[in-house]
């Protein structure tokens, strides 16, 4: 039976920018209101045990997107999209009934930690469907949106937790919980595309043959034998820097400019606005480079990207401003907080493709699942120690630790650079072999 793909592209975007959105949001609701949180578990201004649980928030994530990216690259990911969607949007909704007190915080804990579970289950099942619906000279730009949509998830955490939650945190929270079930109930109705992905799908449409290629233990020796694969995928430094800007930025600018939330999430805002921009323009310049034969041109992109923000981000973190005088040093902070954001954008959907692109079909969600897992790993230890810095010594310091991290970030990637069209071609020559057996 001939299969009906004609809408399928564009549903299933609207419905994986949804979910993105909100397992992105949820991640983002504690920064806004870090120190009202820690009163209210007693913790008196205290954020060290505010930034451990998020620390065990994104490792239990971690591990569980392990062993769901494989059974993504196994079995029908459908259902693995519309379970987690539904943990995870569930015991969000339970952070409603979470009183005050030492009592609250462990009640609390056990909720963060189930709802990474569902996170786990989420990334890289939707990482791979979206592998299956774009063209191959379109990835860059087609992830693109996948980061937007976590982007915009920043956005809309910050966004409820600052005007909605600043009378009670944990009604942003049931918020998404609720968004979440909608989500889920709506992927009950979304028909999975087939493997083989867009470029190839006619050759098989026509007689009604199905890819049956699926992952096994074996495969993972032939995933762990490319060198760009391993330097992708344990470049766990990435996410650090982020990590701790995210966590610290609100308490940051309340306590070292006095700039009250209200105000930060306006220039969150912009600059969130300028990283969705370089996302979308660099993502658009690696599809076309690389379209013209130019296999690197996505590794030297997300290189530039981690590069060059470095300096802009670091002169704007040590310029002083606070109330009355906030002019210009808060515009100066931002002008270069968003030159370095927008080309930090590079990044984004230039490494979702170099991952597509290095690996099979049914090796994509295990390689994304295994990348995300030491990305987590970055974030899990930015918050942690960014809250510890920022407590010894100042907000100030703590954020300033992100910069260290992002100097270190480019050695990753160099080994891709050198490595990433030999394998490349390696995994079309096995992708083509594989076509011809089948038709």
Same mark, same amino acid.
């Given at each position: 039976?001939?299969?009906?793909?004609?809408?399928?592209?564009?549903?299933?975007?609207?419905?994986?920018?949804?979910?993105?959105?909100?397992?992105?949001?949820?991640?983002?609701?504690?920064?806004?209101?870090?120190?009202?949180?820690?009163?209210?578990?007693?913790?008196?201004?205290?954020?060290?045990?505010?930034?451990?649980?998020?620390?065990?928030?994104? !490792?239990?994530?971690?591990?569980? &997107?392990?062993?769901?990216?494989?059974?993504?690259?196994?079995?029908?990911?459908?259902?693995?999209?519309?379970?987690?969607?539904?943990?995870?949007? !569930?015991?969000?909704? !339970?952070?409603?009934?979470?009183?005050?007190?030492?009592?609250?915080?462990?009640?609390?804990?056990?909720?963060?930690?189930?709802?990474?579970?569902?996170?786990?289950?989420?990334?890289?099942?939707?990482?791979?469907?979206?592998?299956?619906?774009?063209?191959?000279?379109?990835?860059?730009?087609?992830?693109?949106?996948?980061?937007?949509?976590?982007?915009?998830?920043?956005?809309?955490?910050?966004?409820?937790?600052?005007?909605?939650?600043?009378?009670?945190?944990?009604?942003?929270?049931?918020?998404? *919980?609720? /968004?979440? !079930?909608?989500?889920?109930?709506?992927?009950?109705?979304?028909?999975?595309?087939?493997?083989?992905?867009?470029?190839?799908?006619?050759?098989?449409?026509?007689?009604?043959?199905?890819?049956?290629?699926?992952?096994?233990?074996?495969?993972?020796?032939?995933?762990?034998?490319?060198?760009?694969?391993?330097?992708?995928?344990?470049?766990?430094?990435?996410?650090?820097?982020?990590?701790?800007?995210?966590?610290?930025?609100?308490?940051?600018?309340?306590?070292?400019?006095?700039?009250?939330?209200?105000?930060?999430?306006?220039?969150?805002?912009?600059?969130?606005?300028?990283?969705?921009?370089?996302?979308?323009?660099?993502?658009?310049?690696?599809?076309?480079?690389?379209?013209?034969?130019?296999?690197?041109?996505?590794?030297?992109?997300?290189?530039?990207?981690?590069?060059?923000?470095?300096?802009?981000?670091?002169?704007?973190?040590?310029?002083?401003?606070?109330?009355?005088?906030?002019?210009?040093?808060?515009?100066?902070?931002?002008?270069?907080?968003?030159?370095? /954001?927008?080309?930090? *954008?590079?990044?984004? *959907?230039?490494?979702?493709?170099?991952?597509?692109?290095?690996?099979?079909?049914?090796?994509?969600?295990?390689?994304?699942?295994?990348?995300?897992?030491?990305?987590?790993?970055?974030?899990?230890? *930015?918050?942690?120690?960014?809250?510890?810095?920022?407590?010894?010594?100042?907000?100030?310091?703590? /954020? &300033?630790?992100?910069?260290?991290?992002?100097?270190?970030?480019?050695?990753?990637?160099?080994?891709?650079?050198?490595?990433?069209?030999?394998? /490349?071609?390696?995994?079309?020559?096995?992708?083509?072999?594989?076509?011809?057996?089948?038709?």
């Amino acid at each position: 039976m001939k299969k009906d793909t004609n809408n399928l592209p564009l549903l299933s975007f609207i419905l994986f920018i949804l979910i993105a959105t909100l397992i992105s949001s949820i991640s983002n609701m504690i920064s806004p209101n870090l120190i009202a949180i820690s009163y209210f578990f007693g913790f008196g201004g205290d954020t060290t045990p505010l930034g451990v649980l998020t620390f065990s928030f994104t !490792l239990a994530s971690g591990i569980f &997107m392990l062993i769901f990216g494989y059974l993504a690259d196994k079995i029908t990911r459908k259902w693995i999209v519309f379970c987690g969607a539904f943990i995870f949007s !569930l015991f969000a909704l !339970l952070t409603i009934v979470i009183p005050s007190g030492g009592g609250g915080y462990i009640l609390f804990f056990f909720l963060t930690i189930i709802t990474g579970v569902g996170y786990g289950a989420l990334v890289p099942s939707i990482f791979s469907l979206i592998g299956d619906i774009i063209s191959r000279e379109s990835r860059s730009k087609g992830y693109s949106f996948f980061s937007i949509a976590s982007f915009f998830g920043i956005v809309v955490g910050t966004g409820l937790a600052t005007f909605i939650g600043s009378s009670d945190w944990r009604v942003p929270f049931f918020i998404i *919980g609720f /968004m979440g !079930l909608v989500g889920a109930i709506l992927f009950i109705f979304f028909k999975e595309p087939s493997r083989i992905g867009k470029d190839q799908f006619y050759l098989l449409e026509k007689d009604g043959i199905e890819y049956t290629y699926r992952i096994n233990f074996s495969d993972l020796n032939t995933i762990f034998k490319k060198k760009a694969n391993i330097w992708l995928i344990i470049n766990f430094v990435d996410n650090i820097p982020s990590g701790i800007i995210l966590f610290l930025l609100y308490a940051y600018m309340e306590e070292y400019h006095g700039i009250p939330s209200e105000i930060t999430i306006f220039v969150m805002l912009l600059i969130l606005i300028f990283i969705i921009l370089g996302t979308i323009i660099f993502g658009i310049i690696g599809d076309r480079a690389f379209s013209k034969g130019n296999k690197k041109a996505r590794v030297k992109l997300a290189l530039f990207g981690n590069v060059f923000p470095i300096p802009f981000l670091f002169i704007a973190l040590i310029i002083p401003f606070r109330p009355p005088n906030i002019f210009p040093g808060l515009l100066i902070w931002i002008i270069l907080f968003m030159i370095g /954001m927008f080309t930090n *954008g590079a990044v984004n *959907g230039n490494w979702y493709a170099t991952v597509a692109d290095l690996n099979l079909p049914e090796h994509r969600g295990t390689v994304l699942a295994a990348s995300n897992f030491f990305d987590i790993i970055g974030r899990a230890i *930015g918050p942690l120690i960014g809250a510890v810095i920022a407590d010894l010594f100042e907000y100030v310091l703590g /954020m &300033m630790t992100a910069i260290f991290a992002w100097i270190l970030i480019p050695f990753f990637w160099i080994p891709v650079l050198r490595n990433v069209i030999k394998e /490349m071609d390696e995994t079309e020559r096995i992708f083509q072999e594989r076509i011809q057996s089948l038709t």
